[in-house]
């Protein structure tokens, strides 16, 4: 089954910038010039260039084609495994990009809407419905008028938001444009339909709502700052709120839960990847870097045999008056033996000369008294 035209719908968001009008996208089977094997990848024509996502609901594309150096595009009649699949070759300045779609229908309508951005004209070779060719006719009426937009010098745009926010900022707010806002909300409807973004003119906010009713619904709301301070919910009544959070909280109460703030979870890679050159060919491939955690150093074992010096432990100083008074009855002599030993004990007998010395001065002291 060919993949369905995209209307009044801009590039897929999430990416670096805004990117053109998406025309028309699919599941296509891409081989280009470098590559081996061919990868099946969600692609949107978004003004003159192909964008490649590895799945619908990706908002960061992994590769793009720009197709300001097309060459020619022509069917490829060698079989696919699909006996329904159809082929196409993309000839570019840069080499050839292999392209694999559903079936014939789909190659048709790829072909069609490639040939129209390109030549700015509807092609008249192809085999479409009146239908087909309808919106053929407005592709390249919008591809005329955005690339005529291109050309126009205009002024910087102004930023996101130039006013500071009070308070806490809610997890459903996203810096995104008015046309990206309604891109997320349908590109992920199980994660919310509605979401806190910058206002056109800088200084206030919006908020962007999605529902079903045969079709996408889409509505936008107004923020301002109040001078007393909080917001304001501009509507015909309006409706006052302290905070951000009270302003999502206040449209979930007024829809009785029917609108839910949106909160996407950006996925995170599990593998460490990088790119890097066969020094053979100098082909450009992705690795993945090895999950095993680093050896670590061995400990280096301390040195046996070695032992560290440790002070000794010092003995308590002796009384000096009981060493005066001991050697005032000593010897003059420096040859005497009991002077060498007084002046110069040992830790031991210092201690036990000290208690016994104590002893006899206590016991003089008494007789004395």
């Not at 951005?117 to 070779?125: A, E, K, N, T």
């Not at 997890?171 to 199980?190: I, M």
């Not at 996408?216 to 006052?240: A, L």
């Not at 959070?245 to 996407?264: M, N, S, Y």
Request: hydrophobic share 30%; proline share 9%.
């Amino acid at each position: 089954m060919a993949a369905a035209p995209v209307k009044q719908r801009s590039g897929p968001a999430g990416t670096r910038g805004q990117l053109p009008p998406c025309y028309y996208e699919g599941y296509l089977e891409k081989r280009g010039p470098k590559e081996k094997t061919s990868r099946r990848l969600w692609t949107c024509l978004c003004g003159n260039t192909l964008f490649f996502f590895n799945n619908a609901k990706d908002t960061h594309y992994v590769e793009k084609l720009d197709l300001s150096g097309f060459v020619s595009l022509k069917d490829d009649c060698s079989r696919d495994k699909n006996l329904e699949a159809a082929r196409l070759i993309l000839r570019m300045k840069d080499g050839e990009t292999k392209l694999t779609v559903a079936n014939l229908e789909a190659r048709e309508l790829w072909k069609g809407f490639l040939y129209s951005v390109v030549d700015l004209s509807v092609p008249s070779c192809l085999t479409l419905l009146p239908g087909q060719v309808q919106m053929l006719r407005e592709v390249v009426d919008r591809e005329r008028s955005r690339r005529r937009a291109a050309r126009t010098p205009t002024r910087a745009p102004p930023s996101p938001l130039s006013v500071p926010l009070l308070g806490e900022i809610p997890s459903c707010f996203r810096p995104v444009s008015r046309t990206e806002a309604e891109v997320l909300l349908e590109r992920h409807p199980d994660c919310g339909n509605m979401l806190l973004r910058p206002g056109r003119d800088g200084s206030s906010l919006a908020v962007t709502t999605r529902q079903d009713l045969n079709g996408s619904v889409f509505r936008h709301y107004r923020v301002t700052q109040r001078e007393q301070g909080g917001y304001v919910i501009d509507v015909e009544n309006p409706i006052p709120c302290e905070t951000l959070h009270d302003v999502i909280d206040a449209l979930v109460e007024k829809t009785a839960g029917t609108l839910q703030p949106f909160l996407l979870e950006e996925p995170y890679e599990e593998n460490i990847t990088y790119v890097s050159s066969n020094d053979e060919n100098g082909e450009r491939m992705l690795h993945c870097a090895p999950s095993s955690p680093l050896p670590k150093a061995p400990a280096i074992p301390p040195k046996q045999g070695v032992e560290r010096w440790k002070p000794l432990p010092r003995s308590p100083a002796p009384d000096r008056r009981i060493l005066s008074a001991v050697t005032s009855s000593v010897p003059s002599s420096p040859s005497s033996p009991m002077r060498r030993l007084i002046l110069s004990p040992s830790p031991n007998l210092t201690h036990s000369l000290t208690e016994e010395l104590k002893m006899k001065l206590e016991k003089r002291r008494t007789s004395q008294e």
